[in-house]
T-cell receptor, first 114, second 110 residues
């Protein structure tokens, strides 16, 4: 079954707390992504990972970091969360690199920072 | 950087009619163009992609790409209530990554 799983699905945190969002995929895809989606804006790329320990910044990496120690698992970490990081976060994976590849998305993690 | 604009923001279509969604982009050399469908509370799901100028048909979906006018459109024939969703246009940029539009909300009225 081709699936991307995100945990947790919903999260409320206080400003300044640390946040860990986790993502797993069962397709052995090399490339994984973290996006955020805000009303009225397109999906914005936070980080992209090309394989284990091979991560690159996307368009909006400030305030975020990632970890990929196993091919099937990709984490997004917010150190000292801010209210403007309230958003829906999507993890995705693709077989290869580049825009010609189909992206498979998880169902999203809704984060509220108060 | 590549810019992607979608229109209209929302669209109400009677069941059985044709739904037409539009997307404009800023770089005629953009590599690939995708349409994704997103239902409420779910992640986007790939529908159809096009790489070459012209049109591509898959089932009830037809995509038209005109690189000269920097325009791509998605047409859904015989629209069904289950087609009600947000449709996202995504365009490959010079770094081979996707730049996303903000979406068109499609409502199919029974």
């Amino acid at each position: 079954d081709m699936k991307v799983t995100q945990m947790p699905r919903y999260l409320i945190k206080r400003m300044g707390e640390n946040v860990l969002l986790e993502c797993g995929q069962d397709m052995s895809h090399e490339t994984m992504y973290w996006y955020r989606q805000d009303p009225g804006l397109g999906l914005q790329l936070i980080y992209i990972s090309y394989d284990v320990d091979s991560n690159s910044e996307g368009d909006i990496p400030k305030g975020y970091r990632v970890s990929r120690k196993k091919r099937e698992h990709f984490s997004l970490i917010l150190d000292s969360a801010k209210t403007n990081q309230t958003s829906v976060y999507f993890c995705a994976s693709s077989l290869g690199q580049g825009a010609g590849n189909t992206l498979y998305f998880g169902e999203g993690s809704r984060l509220i920072v108060v | 950087q590549e810019k992607v604009q979608q229109s209209p923001e929302s669209l109400i279509v009677p069941e059985g009619a044709m739904s037409s969604l539009n997307c404009t982009f800023s770089n005629s050399a953009s590599q690939s163009i995708w349409w994704y469908q997103q239902h409420p509370g779910k992640g986007p799901e790939a529908l159809i992609s096009i790489f070459s100028n012209g049109n591509k048909k898959e089932g009830r979906l037809t995509v038209y790409l005109n690189r000269a006018s920097l325009h791509v459109s998605l047409h859904i024939r015989d629209s069904q209530p289950s087609d009600s969703a947000v449709y996202l246009c995504a365009v490959g940029d010079s770094n081979y990554q996707l730049i996303w539009g903000s979406g068109t909300k499609l409502i199919i009225k029974p």
